[in-house]
């Protein structure tokens, strides 16, 4: 489900991209975090993930991306959720949890 690209060699840790791919719910949270949070050592300054290919999310996602959001802040990273889905936009929405995300369209 995840596809990483590396830091630009430019300017080291500047960015962490991620891109992910197919339904983020109880099943893919648990790899996904742990692959998120490992690429904040060391620590960028930001880390952008794509969701444009996330056909489905389910509570646990949801909560997965929050815990994400939230440790990148307390971590002083910049945290992006780029080209929202969707299904994405409307669970979002839905929780009203809009606001709470950085959204690059």
């Known amino acids: ?5 590396a830091p630009s060699a430019s300017v080291p840790h500047a960015e962490i991209f991620a891109a992910l ?3 983020l719910d109880a099943d893919g949270v648990g790899p996904l975090r ?3 949070f490992s690429m ?3 620590v960028p300054e930001c880390l952008v993930l794509d969701v444009s290919r996330v056909r489905g999310i389910s509570r646990a996602g949801v909560r997965t991306l929050v815990a994400l959001r939230r440790k990148c802040t307390s971590a002083g990273v910049r945290f992006v959720l780029r080209s ?4 994405v ?8 949890l809009t606001p709470f995300f950085e959204i690059e369209a």
């Open 89 to 96: 936009r409307r669970e979002l929405q839905v929780d009203r």
């Open 84 to 87: 929202p889905s969707l299904s």
């Open 40 to 42: 904040l050592d060391p």
């Open 21 to 23: 791919d197919g339904d």
């Open 34 to 36: 742990n692959s998120v």
């Open 1 to 5: 489900m995840l596809l990483l690209t």
